[in-house]
């Protein structure tokens, strides 16, 4: 199946600074890219969908200027977590997709542990 | 509001018995569903999809039941082995803006040799 890669599998960072998470889609080209967070015990929460090349649409409730999300290109996404704080501290996943109404492949996840 | 519904956060079953794991929706603009299986600190990783044009998809030991009227699907896992054992998420997306996918909150799945 398709390969996504996300970087870093594990962060840790103190309070106030800021965080980018990289997904790459390694074998395809991804036109349409999720981010999800899951805090433990908990499913899998979207936050934002991306399009190559137009802005980001978030979900109710999602800090748009706290989550930075770029889409340069067909086969990378970036999350930039800003001005981290101990309660964004979660297990944040990505995913890609062709096609609209295809299966998602879903990165390794990245654990964030603000301090 | 939940879209998908995953009512039973827990499920044990025997090896070699049948694993069945249910999900409801809500929204009658889904037509497009999936199964993920997921382990601690790893991403999802996909096991069967069914469009909602079909009411059942099979491969090898997993099956997905779709039944549009009830907006109730299942899967169902024959014989069910230890390696099994993780959290299963429903999820579905459609023909709304943006065709986001929206997951289930997930049903774990022990399977006890």
């Known amino acids: 199946g398709a390969v996504v890669s996300q970087h870093p599998s594990r962060v840790i960072c103190k309070s106030g600074t800021s965080v980018k998470i990289e997904c790459r889609s390694l074998?395809?080209?991804?036109?349409?890219m999720f981010w999800y967070r899951q805090f433990p015990k908990q499913s899998l929460m979207l936050m934002a969908t991306?399009?190559?090349?137009?802005?980001?649409?978030?979900e109710q409730g999602v800090e748009k200027d706290k989550f930075l999300i770029n889409h340069a290109s067909l086969t990378l996404s970036t999350l930039t977590v800003t001005s981290a704080h101990p309660e964004d501290s979660s297990f944040y996943i990505c995913?890609?997709?062709?096609?609209?109404?295809?299966?998602?492949?879903f990165g390794s996840g990245t654990q964030l542990s603000v301090l | 509001d939940q879209q998908v519904k995953q009512n039973s956060p827990s499920l044990s079953v025997q090896e070699g018995r049948i694993s069945i794991l249910n999900c409801d929706y809500t929204?009658?603009?889904?037509?497009?569903f999936l199964w993920y299986k997921k382990y601690p600190a790893e991403g999802p990783t996909f096991l069967i999809s069914?469009?909602?044009?079909?009411d059942k998809n099979e491969d090898g030991r997993f099956t997905v039941f779709l039944n549009k009227s009830a907006k109730h699907l299942s899967l169902h896992i024959v014989p069910s082995q230890p390696g099994d054992s993780a959290v299963y998420f429903c999820?579905?997306?459609?023909?709304?803006?943006?065709?986001?996918?929206?997951f289930g909150p997930g049903t774990s799945l022990s399977v006890i040799p």
């Open positions: 995913s890609a997709r062709v096609r609209s109404n295809e299966k998602l492949f």
């Open positions: 929204n009658s603009m889904f037509d497009y």
């Open positions: 074998d395809f080209q991804a036109t349409t």
């Open positions: 069914i469009s909602s044009i079909k």
């Open positions: 991306s399009n190559e090349g137009s802005k980001a649409t978030y």
């Open positions: 999820a579905a997306s459609g023909r709304t803006s943006y065709d986001k996918v929206i």
